[in-house]
């Protein structure tokens, strides 16, 4: 294959010592390559409270909590002494064959405690990624244990974001995060994205999108066979696919089928746990009861990278047996509960506690929800969608109609440039949808001067496109 021709860097923004450097040595995880050779990066220096500072000075509303992660936002103090104070004490241990150290009992208790999932035991990674990839090994291992060896299928849904890392990338239902990875992998099937507003047929009720989604799902269940499938996993709502609500019904009729069919239900809650949707998790606030449960980003603020997730005592009594089989339970990460990742997730939660976290949220909501939904009368805005503190709007070129942008346009992510200009960060995501994800403190002026940058963005992309032609 003959090279890409290599254009010299002419950064768009004013960072290009940083730019150089930045395009001779990085490669950047999801982005544009290409593009981002001519267009060089956004460098940030500093952040405190909701704000992140760039190398010129320059200040910005975090408005998607970095990565939907930074809960109790930048600079806190108290997190920075836990690590500290835990560094100072044991730098590291780990948990392999059997050692152990406080900070990860004392965390394993505490999310033992809180999960929405009955919990037997806690299990610690690195990242969202290998959470997931490690609710897909457990199925495997606990059903080998079962005697069930044919019980291995998963099923995700389009549109979903669980991670990419081979197995988790494959539970992603996003095509670029396929194609030419060479993925999914086997054994993992995608059913119906739920998003009512695109995707319902005239005139249909949420509740009869529902049971038509459910009923596909069932079908997939049956063509493939019910002792062939392990596991549902679901986001409670669709991050990184565009923040999709699911229609009213949905997980109550998802959740009858996968009882009935003996198929466990995996609650992705990475960018919904710890308060995002106005309940401890998103579980709570739709009615989920997942027989495990996937965390990670907000359970330490994303001041040091973790993950989790959650083990039933059925489960683990398959462990057991399985371990005992095979000499030991042959899983697991140098980093699995490290110590300042759990002294760190433990002061965060030790913090969201004490400032009422979730009721913070929950007053919160309502305007977020207000500002946001004001936006729905801007000329391309089809559709808004909010819960808790968690948003998007969706940009398309004729309101009326709803026909969407040409994705090769790059509408949405035009949009966010303009955001960043007028000093909030945000994020197109699942096509021309601006995300909104603040971290969780933020109050109420702030939330309305976030929206006030979203709209003077939204204003400058409507003159953009209307001048490019773009628009019906
Ligand atoms: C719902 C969900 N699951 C899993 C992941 C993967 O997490 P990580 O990037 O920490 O591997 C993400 C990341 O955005 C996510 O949003």
């Not at 993992?188 to 009512?196: E, G």
């Not at 019904?249 to 106005?278: M, P």
């Not at 509960?337 to 913070?360: D, F, M, S």
């Not at 109609?401 to 949009?415: E, I, M, P």
Request: charged share 20%.
């Amino acid at each position: 294959m003959a090279p890409v021709a290599i254009q010299p860097v002419t950064p768009m923004r004013p960072l290009s010592n940083f730019a150089a450097r930045d395009v001779e040595t990085l490669l950047h995880p999801t982005t544009n390559l290409l593009a981002h050779r001519s267009l060089g990066p956004l460098v940030f220096e500093r952040g405190e409270g909701i704000y992140v500072y760039d190398a010129t000075g320059k200040r910005y509303i975090e408005g998607l909590a970095g990565l939907w992660c930074t809960g109790l936002g930048y600079g806190n103090a108290e997190l920075v002494e836990a690590a500290r104070e835990q560094m100072e004490r044991l730098s590291f241990s780990h948990l392999f064959g059997g050692r152990s150290h406080e900070p990860a009992i004392a965390l394993a208790e505490k999310i033992k405690a809180m999960a929405p999932a009955e919990t037997s035991k806690v299990f610690f990674t690195n990242s969202g990624s290998e959470a997931n990839d490690t609710q897909i090994k457990i199925a495997w291992y606990y059903n080998n244990a079962m005697g069930r060896p044919k019980k291995k299928k998963i099923i995700s849904r389009q549109k979903a974001y669980h991670g990419t890392t081979i197995a988790s990338a494959s539970l992603s239902g996003i095509s670029v995060f396929h194609t030419d990875f060479d993925l999914p992998m086997a054994r993992v099937f995608h059913t119906d994205c739920p998003h009512y507003g695109k995707y319902a047929e005239p005139g249909e009720s949420e509740e009869d999108y529902a049971s038509r989604l459910v009923g596909n799902l069932e079908a997939l269940i049956e063509r493939e066979g019910p002792e062939t499938i392990a596991a549902f996993i679901a986001e409670p709502v669709m991050g990184a696919g565009g923040v999709l609500i699911p229609p009213k019904t949905y997980f109550e009729k998802v959740q009858a089928v996968l009882a009935k069919h003996d198929i466990a239900f995996i609650a992705d809650e990475v960018i919904c746990g710890f308060a995002r949707t106005g309940n401890w998790w998103g579980s709570q606030t739709f009615a989920i009861k997942p027989s495990t449960v996937t965390m990670a980003k907000a359970i330490t603020s994303a001041y040091v990278p973790m993950g989790a997730l959650t083990v039933s005592e059925p489960v683990y009594q398959g462990l057991l047996e399985e371990s005992g089989k095979q000499g030991m339970f042959a899983h697991g990460f140098t980093y699995s509960g490290h110590p300042l990742a759990c002294a760190v997730a433990l002061k965060t939660i030790e913090i969201y506690e004490r400032i009422k976290i979730v009721e913070h949220v929950q007053r919160m909501a309502p305007i977020f929800a207000l500002r946001l939904n004001a936006l729905a009368d801007h000329p391309l805005v089809a559709e808004t969608r909010c819960v808790g503190l968690l948003g998007a709007l969706e940009l398309v070129k004729d309101k009326r109609t709803r026909q969407s942008f040409d994705s090769k346009l790059g509408v949405g992510a035009k949009a966010a440039r303009f955001a960043e200009e007028e000093g909030l960060i945000c994020r197109a995501v699942g096509g021309d949808n601006i995300g909104l994800c603040p971290p969780l403190v933020i109050d109420g002026a702030e939330i309305n001067a976030m929206f006030d940058a979203l709209t003077r963005a939204l204003d400058r992309t409507e003159g953009w496109a209307r001048q490019e032609g773009y628009l019906g």
